[in-house]
């Protein structure tokens, strides 16, 4: 008997086999070539289209010949599979070591050539031809001539060191959609948002079409812009006068599509000298805009979710997806309800239920512990060990007193976001829940809940039961979406028909006055034609206003936009359509705060509210000579009101209207129904009732508020601290 010993061998026709069959589409192929560069740490990669190359160079760490060798020439080499995380703390996007043959899809040709890190004069140049690579046999006998030499040239952003491929012999036609489909393949590979300084990963497009290169930048832009909320803090510089470590900080709190509210807090003991941040909170259970998928959203949050420091400028590999800093995970699952650091005014009931886990936020802190040390050293702090430092590993920060203000600075933000998001439910609940359907809470809170127990069920199960919840979801906002439509239009139907209804008032008591002026026209009498014309420029204002045609003009876009309006506008834009009816009446709105803002509504819906609130009034208003409806506005307790107040009101005692069921009470017309628009817009309407003419006065929480709000400020400036040294402060 004879025996064989055979090594397996491959045929060449493999690379074809692999490079195609595992990668099926061209954006896929050109996506691979660029996850390579960001494996390689690369901060930039210039993608060129030419007409018949495509290049992609970027700044990573290139290859000696050794790895070109090993790892470029070898085939399905898994060593990707060994590295948990690169130098820059990325984690590698390869694994199979199968990617770049993808390139074969994209063209005949292709030539490398990279520089490593380590020895920056020198470059490698190979060559290959991808039909006589396939014809020359067995793989391992295809051999392909590396040179050597000195580098010629630089590659992304004027780099020493790196690696550029040149695709030539196009098999496609690179139009806008392909192009926008590689920038969807690529944009879990940038970071949500960044610094100007911040080493990030950065994909630069050239195309001779300039459409092309609009559809793949929007494209990246709208991958990072999915964000529900969005939190920017900082520490105030320090103000001369205030007693040692009190701070103060600011807060922007954005919900996607409204204005920002404004929040100032102060801490004490606080030894930091500058922080910023910016977080911003992702809602994932449903649908993302743009068509990004869920999946694709969750798993990048997943892996570069967190909230992560910056040490001037550079990331400390600590601080990231798994790393519960701020406490946010534990706080979550031992379902904290109250704020440790929210003072008591800016609380509700069961506030940090929606306090955000690690994988549904994307953040960055940025602090400076060289700066740091050397305020300490000239502020003689140095030896108590009061300032933030860099533990020697440098990768975490030092666990002292200062890191713990860090902490809670930003965690107070977090805290701030969370029960601001539990009223916002709590309110579009009450209102009818238009604006965020309750049970979309709910399915939510499964989501995270499922996500949770991911590891601890089959992979099948997860998946299967996340996209019944998708589905449930989709199906319950839809319903959700129509019932908001419809009482949309309940809405607004009630307030024109109010005004409707006070235009026809108007006819009425100027029914004799108008007969008249027809009577003596008809008859040839003599007619006072200023007196006449007066009556029937009022006719014709009172008209114009009840069909809404005097109300100022907008643009039809922020019109329907549900934006927090200042109050003051809203007010002119109500009393312009009320004194058409009204000219007797003059509206005094001295005592009106200029910065006050109202909860977010449109123009229509807040004009309107205020319109019948004042023809109310105007009905009302008595004891005087000159006929007069004050406005006055204001904070308490974290509620901001606005009163409506006719001249000779007197102050008898307040009563809410709860319901429509005080509607058509005797001498307060329209309050049940404005009682239910106000609800919509997350106010509560009170009346003062008595003998006399009543005040009416509209409240909403205001925690938080709009820029430069006087009265809060005034009311809450000095009150004693929290445990964590945090109230809301002057600014
Ligand atoms: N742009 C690049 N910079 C540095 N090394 C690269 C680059 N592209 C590819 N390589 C090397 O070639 C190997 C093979 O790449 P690839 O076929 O995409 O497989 P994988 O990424 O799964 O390892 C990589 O593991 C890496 O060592
Ligand atoms: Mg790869």
């Given at each position: 008997?004879?025996?064989h010993?055979?090594a397996f061998?491959a045929?060449?026709?493999?690379?074809?086999?692999?490079?195609?069959?595992?990668?099926g589409?061209?954006?896929?192929?050109?996506?691979?070539?660029?996850?390579?560069?960001?494996?390689?740490?690369?901060?930039?990669?210039?993608?060129?289209f030419?007409?018949?190359?495509?290049?992609?160079?970027d700044d990573g760490d290139?290859?000696?010949?050794?790895?070109?060798?090993?790892?470029?020439m070898?085939?399905?080499?898994?060593?990707?599979?060994?590295?948990?995380?690169?130098?820059?703390?990325?984690?590698?996007?390869?694994?199979?070591?199968?990617?770049?043959?993808?390139?074969?899809?994209?063209?005949?040709?292709?030539?490398?050539?990279?520089?490593?890190?380590?020895?920056?004069?020198?470059?490698l140049?190979?060559?290959?031809?991808w039909?006589?690579?396939?014809r020359?046999?067995?793989?391992?006998?295809?051999?392909?001539?590396?040179?050597?030499?000195?580098?010629?040239?630089?590659y992304?952003?004027?780099?020493?060191?790196g690696?550029?491929?040149?695709?030539?012999?196009?098999?496609?036609?690179?139009?806008?959609?392909?192009?926008?489909?590689?920038?969807q393949?690529i944009?879990?590979?940038?970071?949500?948002f960044?610094?100007?300084?911040?080493?990030?990963?950065?994909v630069?497009?050239?195309?001779a079409?300039?459409?092309a290169?609009?559809?793949?930048?929007?494209?990246?832009?709208?991958?990072?812009?999915?964000?529900?909320?969005?939190l920017?803090?900082?520490?105030?510089?320090?103000r001369s006068?205030?007693?040692a470590?009190?701070?103060?900080?600011?807060?922007?709190?954005?919900?996607?599509?409204?204005?920002?509210?404004?929040?100032?807090?102060?801490?004490?003991?606080?030894?930091l000298?500058a922080?910023?941040?910016?977080i911003?909170?992702?809602?994932?259970?449903?649908k993302?805009?743009?068509?990004?998928?869920?999946?694709?959203?969750r798993?990048?949050?997943r892996?570069h979710?967190?909230v992560?420091?910056?040490?001037?400028g550079?990331?400390l590999?600590?601080?990231g997806?798994?790393?519960?800093?701020?406490?946010?995970?534990i706080?979550?699952?031992?379902?904290l309800?109250?704020?440790?650091?929210?003072?008591?005014?800016?609380?509700?009931d069961r506030?940090l239920?929606?306090?955000?886990?690690?994988?549904?936020?994307?953040?960055?802190?940025?602090?400076?512990?060289?700066?740091e040390?050397?305020?300490?050293?000239?502020?003689?702090r140095?030896?108590?060990?009061?300032?933030?430092?860099?533990?020697?590993?440098?990768?975490?920060?030092?666990?002292?007193?200062?890191y713990?203000?860090?902490?809670?600075?930003?965690r107070?933000?977090v805290?701030f976001?969370?029960?601001?998001?539990?009223?916002?439910?709590a309110q579009?609940?009450?209102?009818?829940?238009?604006?965020?359907?309750?049970?979309k809470v709910?399915?939510?809170r499964?989501?995270?809940i499922?996500?949770a127990?991911r590891?601890e069920m089959?992979?099948?199960?997860?998946?299967?039961?996340s996209?019944?919840?998708?589905?449930?979801?989709?199906?319950?906002?839809?319903?959700?979406?129509?019932?908001?439509?419809?009482?949309?239009?309940?809405g607004?139907?009630?307030l024109?028909?109010?005004?409707?209804?006070?235009?026809?008032?108007?006819v009425?008591?100027?029914?004799?006055?108008?007969?008249?002026?027809?009577?003596r026209?008809?008859s040839?009498?003599?007619?006072?034609?200023?007196?006449?014309?007066?009556?029937?420029?009022?006719?014709?204002?009172?008209?114009?206003?009840?069909?809404?045609?005097?109300?100022?003009?907008?643009?039809?876009?922020s019109?329907t936009?549900?934006t927090?309006?200042?109050?003051?506008?809203?007010?002119?834009?109500a009393?312009?359509?009320?004194?058409?009816l009204?000219?007797?009446?003059r509206?005094?709105?001295?005592?009106?705060?200029?910065?006050?803002?109202l909860?977010a509504?449109?123009?229509e819906?807040w004009?309107?509210?205020?319109?019948?609130?004042?023809?109310?009034?105007?009905?009302?208003?008595g004891?005087?000579?000159r006929p007069?409806?004050?406005?006055?506005?204001?904070t308490?307790?974290?509620?901001?009101?606005?009163?409506?107040?006719?001249?000779?009101?007197?102050?008898?005692?307040r009563?809410?209207v709860?319901?429509?069921?005080?509607?058509?009470e005797?001498?307060?017309?329209?309050?049940?129904?404005?009682a239910i628009?106000?609800?919509?817009l997350?106010?509560?309407?009170a009346?003062?009732t008595?003998?006399?003419?009543g005040?009416?006065?509209?409240?909403w929480?205001d925690?938080?508020v709009?820029?430069?709000d006087?009265?809060?400020r005034?009311?809450v400036?000095?009150?004693p601290?929290?445990?964590a040294?945090?109230?809301?402060?002057?600014?």
């Open positions: 008997m004879t025996a010993r055979f061998s045929d060449a026709a493999l690379l074809r086999e692999l490079g195609e069959r595992l990668v589409q061209p954006h896929i192929a050109l996506a691979e070539l660029v996850k390579n560069a960001y494996d390689a740490d690369a901060g930039r990669v210039a993608v060129a030419g007409p018949d190359e495509i290049v992609v160079s290139g290859m000696t010949a050794r790895e070109f060798g090993g790892f470029w070898r085939i399905g080499s898994p060593h990707k599979q060994s590295i948990e995380r690169t130098r820059l703390d990325r984690a590698p996007t390869g694994s199979k070591g199968i990617g770049r043959l993808a390139v074969q899809f994209l063209g005949t040709r292709l030539s490398i050539r990279t520089t490593s890190r380590e020895t920056p004069d020198v470059q140049r190979a060559e290959i031809e039909s006589s690579a396939a020359s046999g067995t793989l391992t006998d295809t051999a392909v001539e590396v040179r050597e030499e000195a580098r010629q040239g630089t992304a952003g004027d780099c020493t060191h690696t550029e491929i040149v695709v030539s012999g196009l098999n496609q036609d690179w139009d806008e959609d392909a192009l926008a489909a590689l920038a393949r944009w879990q590979l940038q970071t949500p960044r610094r100007e300084d911040d080493a990030g990963f950065k630069d497009l050239t195309h079409r300039r459409s290169v609009e559809a793949f930048e929007t494209q990246m832009r709208r991958n990072l812009d999915i964000w529900s909320a969005r920017r803090g900082r520490l105030l510089p320090r006068g205030d007693p470590g009190f701070r103060r900080a600011r807060l922007l709190l954005e919900f996607a599509g409204e204005d920002p509210i404004r929040h100032d807090y102060t801490m004490e003991n606080c030894d000298d922080v910023d941040f910016e911003r909170v992702f809602s994932l259970h449903r993302q805009r743009y068509g990004i998928g869920v999946e694709d959203a798993r990048y949050l892996e979710g967190g992560h420091i910056y040490d001037a550079f990331h590999p600590y601080y997806p798994d790393a519960d800093w701020l406490r946010m995970e706080d979550h699952s031992h379902r309800a109250r704020s440790e650091l929210l003072p008591a005014e800016l609380q509700v506030g239920n929606n306090l955000p886990t690690l994988s549904r936020v994307y953040g960055v802190v940025n602090v400076d512990t060289s700066r040390w050397v305020v300490a050293r000239n502020e003689r140095l030896r108590s060990d009061r300032y933030l430092q860099i533990q020697a590993s440098r990768d975490r920060l030092v666990d002292n007193a200062t713990r203000s860090l902490r809670d600075i930003v107070y933000a805290d976001y969370a029960v601001q998001q539990t009223m916002r439910t579009s609940v009450l209102s009818g829940g238009h604006d965020r359907p309750p049970r709910g399915f939510d499964i989501g995270e499922l996500d127990a590891d089959p992979a099948g199960v997860h998946r299967a039961l996209r019944q919840i998708r589905r449930a979801a989709a199906a319950s906002d839809a319903e959700a979406a129509r019932a908001a439509a419809e009482a949309e239009r309940l607004s139907l009630a024109t028909g109010l005004a409707a209804l006070a235009r026809e008032r108007w009425d008591e100027h029914r004799g006055e108008l007969e008249t002026l027809a009577e026209l008809r040839s009498a003599s007619v006072d034609p200023t007196e006449a014309a007066d009556l029937l420029e009022r006719l014709l204002d009172a008209s114009g206003s009840a069909s809404g045609r005097s109300t100022v003009p907008e643009s039809a876009t019109a936009r549900r927090r309006r200042r109050l003051v506008s809203v007010l002119k834009e009393s312009a359509r009320t004194v058409a009204h000219p007797e009446v509206f005094d709105y001295a005592a009106v705060g200029e910065d006050l803002r909860p509504g449109t123009a819906e004009s309107g509210l205020f319109h019948v609130l004042m023809l109310d009034a105007c009905e009302e208003v004891g005087s000579d007069t409806v004050a406005i006055r506005s204001g308490e307790h974290g509620r901001a009101y606005v009163s409506i107040l006719p001249s000779g009101y007197r102050n008898p005692g009563r809410t709860t319901d429509g069921v005080a509607t058509g005797a001498g307060v017309p329209h309050a049940g129904v404005a628009a106000a609800r919509r997350c106010c509560e309407l009346r003062e008595g003998s006399g003419p005040g009416t006065t509209l409240t929480n925690t938080g709009a820029v430069g006087r009265d809060r005034d009311a400036a000095h009150r601290t929290s445990r040294g945090a109230m809301p402060a002057s600014s």
